[in-house]
């Protein structure tokens, strides 16, 4: 089990890195008037795909700690 809970980590860091930057979000943290950080970007193609699996991988991620504190 927490060889599992190790390769869902690997998988999901590279899901993480692999997303695209949203460096426009930046400008809520400067001063800017413009949220960004919060904006409603429709993500489209690979883009949604990935952001998908990043947050099942997510979800699994958590519920295999859970899993794994309740049975030790």
Known sequence: MDILL???AGIL???SLLQGGKSDGLSAFTG???LGLFANTKERGPQK???N???V???LF???VIVI???D
């Open 6 to 8: 190790l390769v869902v």
């Open 13 to 15: 860091i590279v899901l």
């Open 32 to 34: 800017s008037n413009d």
């Open 49 to 51: 795909v990935i952001s």
């Open 53 to 55: 699996m990043t947050m």
């Open 57 to 59: 991988m997510g979800i």
């Open 62 to 64: 958590f519920v295999l």
């Open 69 to 71: 504190r309740l049975t």
